[in-house]
């Protein structure tokens, strides 16, 4: 597929996610972040963007819960260049239900060419880069390429 070179702009929008049992280790990381995070929009899924609003005191934009479709609302945010950023603590030990979505979610986060961090560890690297405050020109689908090359065959 052809590429095309895409900004993020300076003010990040930022999508934080987070299973069941990693919810209070990342509002837990927002709390230590909050100053940080202040500079960026916040974007959330149910619970957790309900959680963290109320933990931090941070503006947080809330989807529906990840299970009832949350994950595939931040997916579509970000395949429209509407999230820049995903911090996502999932679960490692304990299966999902909606493990499709999860597994959609960072592939379509890799597609685009988006920072993700699934720890506190890559969460703080992300946070901390100087990148973060900054526009930055990425790699990313060139859809209309792509959508013209496809419409040529039919």
Known sequence: MKSRTGALPSRKQIALIAHDNKKQELSDWVCTHKKELEQHDLFATGTTGYKLAAETGLKVEKYISGPLGGDQQIGAKISTGEIDVLIFFWDPF????????????????????????????????????????????????????????????L
Do not use: G
């Open 94 to 153: 304990e299966p999902m239900p909606h493990d499709p979505d999860v597994k959609a979610l960072l592939r379509i986060a890799a597609v685009w060419n988006i920072p993700v961090a699934c720890n506190p560890a890559s969460a703080d690297f992300v946070i901390t880069s100087p990148l973060i405050k900054q526009s930055y020109e990425r790699q990313i689908p060139d859809y209309e390429a792509y959508i013209a090359e496809r419409t040529k065959k």
